[in-house]
């Protein structure tokens, strides 16, 4: 009888244990549940914002038609006098008596005058002025930039020096509408000029009594 009684109350307190330890089982898994829960919303990134760091943007290279635009914008301009394309560009030897009908410094820094051959009067010597001017043709040449002038004072003064003394002449000679009386160039400037490959390199005025 007391060995069931023992038995019983062994049993019992068993089961009283295994009651008590299922409680504490659950209360303990219900208390770390909510953790885990909490655990794992924390490793859930938020989204992501972009960011505004320059490496991200992608660059821009510009096109070829800004870049040839941009080069030639840096160029200097081109120089086209187009002299070489000229008749007179291509005379080899040649030597008259002109008048000076107007000068231009081009693009390429040289000078051009432009020049009225004269013929000489039958029967008349050149010392005299005996010019004639029947020909309408005017003639620019390109001239030597060390060509020095020969005045009738026999002073010789740089080509820079002579076009100097020609801006501040308040003569006509320049407008070609009241240049000269083509068949009597007396009282006008003459120069003997002679041309070696299309420059002038020598330029002498003529004394004119």
Known sequence: MKNDKRFSFIALLIVIILVVGGIIYFSYTKQTKPDSDNGASDNLSAPQVPSNNVENVPSVSPSASDQDSQQTSNEEPICNV???????SKVVSENSYTLITGFEKKCDGNYYFTFDYLSIKQGEP??????????????????DPSLKVKLTNNSNISLKEYIATLEKSNTAIFNQSNVYMRNDPAGQPVFYITIQDGVVNLMNEVYLP
């Open 82 to 88: 187009g002299y070489d394309k000229t008749d007179e």
């Open 126 to 143: 050149e010392e005299g002025g005996g010019f004639t001017n029947t020909n309408s043709k005017l003639r620019t040449f390109k001239m």
